[in-house]
């Protein structure tokens, strides 16, 4: 944290109405200040690099660049930034990617405003805040087989309506080569067919199929 006396924060969320929201409550606090809202990734990184906060709230769905884009960018360059993941999407996945991108903290929108007090001044005092429900959804994680970025762009073709030859033709292998990893990624998620391969990493956030 800076030497600063106060708690120097950065909003970034795409809903005005939240970034308002979360200001109102965190100025009401004799050490914490807002210096900045954002309300894209990219936005967030500028003001980051600018005000250079010491704790960043960052919701991880917003337009132009992810907040995990932004989450690795910013911690790319700033290996002790404070990043708080805040979500409304409960799947492990989401919050899996936000961890794993260099954030220091994951809270749920719907928390209450002293569970986010209390994450935002042990964060900024350099220590990691989970909560028990994001550590359950990481455990969860954690114990799920992966799949490879191979298989991922081949669930991506699947989830567009491609046949195997024609996944083959895009990725440039075999059709044998995009059976082997369609019966990989039917094994690891536990399904049964194509199509519950789609619903599963839909449900779970593996996958944006906007």
Same mark, same amino acid.
């Given at each position: !944290? ?8 950065? +909003?970034?969320? &795409? ?11 965190? &100025?009401?606090?004799?050490? !914490? ?11 967030? /990184? ?7 906060? &010491? ?6 769905? !917003? ?9 690795? /960018?910013?911690?790319? #360059? ?5 990043? /708080? +993941? ?22 749920? $929108?719907?928390? #209450? ?13 350099? $220590? ?5 429900? +994001? ?6 994680? $954690? ?31 075999? #059709? ?25 990493? !839909? ?8």
């Amino acid at each position: !944290m800076n030497k600063s006396i106060l708690i120097r924060i950065l +909003v970034a969320d &795409d809903h005005p109405v939240v970034r308002k929201g979360l200001a109102a409550i965190i &100025d009401r606090e004799l050490d !914490m200040t807002i210096v900045g809202q954002a309300g894209d990734g990219y936005e967030a /990184i500028e003001i980051f690099r600018e005000k250079q906060p &010491d704790v960043v709230l960052m919701d991880l769905r !917003m337009p132009k660049l992810s907040g995990v884009a932004a989450i690795k /960018i910013i911690c790319g #360059e700033s290996e002790n930034a404070g990043i /708080i +993941v805040l979500t409304t999407y409960d799947n492990d996945e989401n919050i899996y990617r936000g961890i794993k991108a260099g954030a220091k903290g994951c809270l749920f $929108k719907d928390t #209450e405003p002293d569970q986010l007090l209390e994450a935002i001044r042990t964060v900024a005092y350099g $220590k990691q805040y989970i909560s028990p429900v +994001v550590a359950g959804k990481l455990k969860e994680r $954690k114990n799920q087989p992966q799949l490879s970025d191979r298989e991922l762009e081949t669930l991506q073709l699947i989830a567009k309506g491609k046949s195997n030859q024609e996944i083959a033709t895009i990725l440039h292998i075999t #059709e044998g080569t995009v059976k082997f990893h369609v019966n990989n990624i039917l094994a690891k998620l536990q399904v049964r067919d194509r199509t519950q391969a789609v619903l599963t990493v !839909m449900n779970r956030g593996i996958l944006d199929f906007r």
